[in-house]
Every structure is written in structure tokens, then in C-alpha cells.
């Protein structure tokens, strides 16, 4: 059988999602020693279709690939936060990370007003209910927050290949036969 678009099928032959990767990343989102750093290796090991955004210059959205690639990774890194709001999350969110994806604990540069205002007066509850309400996380009998292994990995996959398709290069064709 052809497969619906050969640019796809040429740019994933040989690929497949790197399991333990994957589940690695689910497993140690709330160890306080799994820095941003090492939870990007990780996803990035894990999904090689997030490769596939940098293959076009324009997307459908009117971003590049690589713009539509950094949203993607944005997208797994507030995943990260919200997490870990509990840890180091909102400090990750509010003030970023070191060189070694270590947060950083204090505002700084020419917004640090702004920063530490959102710190101080963001509804930190109401992100932590989302992630619990979505199904992410669940507080376990003695009340500690955890992570919803299944209901996470599918989260962080779907975050992976969301806007793939907006590359039009990898549209999927009507076979003929179909046609």
C-alpha cells in the first residue's frame, strides 16, 4: 500500500518513538532532581516527529517550522510547569531557567517588576485544579500530588505532533484508487 504522503514516509522511515524515553519523562516529571534540560533530551528522544516541524520554511499558520517547533516545545515545557507548580514550577514559568535548566528563584533583567508580580498574584490553584481536572495529576491517599502515568504520556504525544499537518509538504494525499 502507498503511503498517503512520500515526503512523510521518507522522513520517518526508520523511526519510531523511543518508549523508554517517553516513559522516562512521565516517571521523573516530579522528581525535584529532573531538570528542564534533561525533560527536553527526553521528549525529544522519545517523539522524532517533533523533527518533522523543521522541514518547511512556511506552515499554513504563517509561522516557519522551526517557529512552529519552538511553540511545540513551549507547549511541553509549560506541561513541565504545570506539573511541578508544587516544586519549581511557577518559579520556571515566572523566572525561567539557568544555562542548566535549573530554575531560576529570582526576577531579573528589565521586566523583574513584572515578573514578580505575576509570581505573587497569579491564581497558582487554578492551574494546579486544571492539570488535576484534566486528569494529569491526582493527589494520592496521603494527599501528595501525582502523576497519571498513561493520562500523561498521551498528553505529552499528542503536545508532539499536534500541528505536524501544518506543513504542507506532509499533507496526506487522496490515493487514486480512493480518489
Known sequence: ????NDNIAELTRGKCMNRQCADRAVARLRDPSYSLEEFREDVE???PELELYTNTHLCT???????????????LYSTYCLARLDIDGKEIFTFGVDSDGRPCHRPHGTTANKQQDFYD???W??????TRRAGLLYQDSSAELQVKPERMFAFLALTAVHDIMKNPALLPMVQG???
Open 61 to 75: 499558520s504563517g509561522w516557519s517550522g522551526i517557529e512552529e517547533y519552538q511553540r511545540t516545545m513551549g507547549a
Open 177 to 179: 484508487r480512493h480518489a
Open 45 to 47: 528522544a522519545a517523539f
Open 1 to 4: 500500500v502507498a503511503p498517503p
Open 121 to 123: 498574584n497569579m491564581s
Open 125 to 130: 490553584n487554578n492551574l494546579l485544579d486544571l
